[in-house]
Structure formats: C-alpha cells, structure tokens
C-alpha cells in the first residue's frame, strides 16, 4: 500500500471516530433532555394538581348553587301559581256575593223607578184631563 492510500485511511478512520463521538454525545444529550423533559412535566403535574381539584370543587359548588337556585325558582313559581288560584277564587267569590246582589239591587231600583214613572206620567195624564174638564166646565 501506499503512503496516500495510508493517508486516506486514517483520515477515513478518523472520520468515522469523530462521527461516532458525536452520535454517542447526541445520544447522551438526548437522554439528558429526556430526563429533564420528565422532570418538568412531573413538576407541571404536581403543581396542577392542587389547581384541578380546586376547580372540580368549584365545579361541584357551583353545580349545588344551580340545582338548589332551580328549586327555589320552582318553590316561587309554584307560590304564585297558588297565589294567583287564590286570587282568582277571592274575587269570584266577592263578585258572586257583592256584584250579584247589588246588579239585583239595581235590576230592583230600575223597576221601581220605572213604576213610580209609570204612576206619575198616570197623574199626570189624569190632572190634563180633569184640567180640561173643568175648563170646559168653567166656559
């Protein structure tokens, strides 16, 4: 062999020592950012933690807050529908008491008034013809 084909592979030699030194430092420097890619999502998941249970009970006390806010809607709305009911029943009761009678009332004073009309329009009539009677009478 000669001295360049010497010269050729040692610096083929040296080539690929260098390049398997640097694979063996990416491979090293891969691990390493493994472990510290690891460390920091356990530290990300220890500190979240406390958070996530917080907000689960946040969650649940606010679940509580509207159930119980729905029933009380329902517990008014179910008072004022009785309310109403009442109402309602009161006023029909007053109008079957009170407004019944008094429109009778009024049916009866109607009645009366026309009668008492009736009689007057009577006198009246009776007082023109006894009026023109004695005026003839008078002549």
């Not at 010269?7 to 493994?34: D, K, P």
Request: proline residues 2%; hydrophobic residues 50%; glycine residues 6%.
């Amino acid at each position: 062999m000669s001295p360049r084909t010497d010269l050729f592979l040692g610096i083929i030699a040296v080539a690929t020592l260098v390049s398997a030194i640097v694979q063996v430092g990416v491979i090293v420097a891969a691990g390493l950012l493994v472990r510290r890619i690891n460390r920091l999502a356990n530290q990300v998941e220890q500190e979240l933690k406390p958070l996530l249970t917080h907000l689960n009970a946040i969650g649940r006390d606010a679940s509580r807050a509207a159930s119980l806010a729905v029933a009380q809607v329902e517990r008014v709305d179910r008072l004022l529908g009785d309310t109403t009911r009442k109402i309602e029943q009161t006023l029909n009761s007053v109008q079957a008491t009170i407004v019944a009678p008094a429109r009778e009332g009024f049916a009866l004073l109607s009645a009366l008034r026309a009668a008492i009309e009736v009689l007057r329009d009577r006198r009246g009539r009776a007082r023109q013809r006894g009026g023109e009677e004695e005026d003839a009478l008078f002549i």
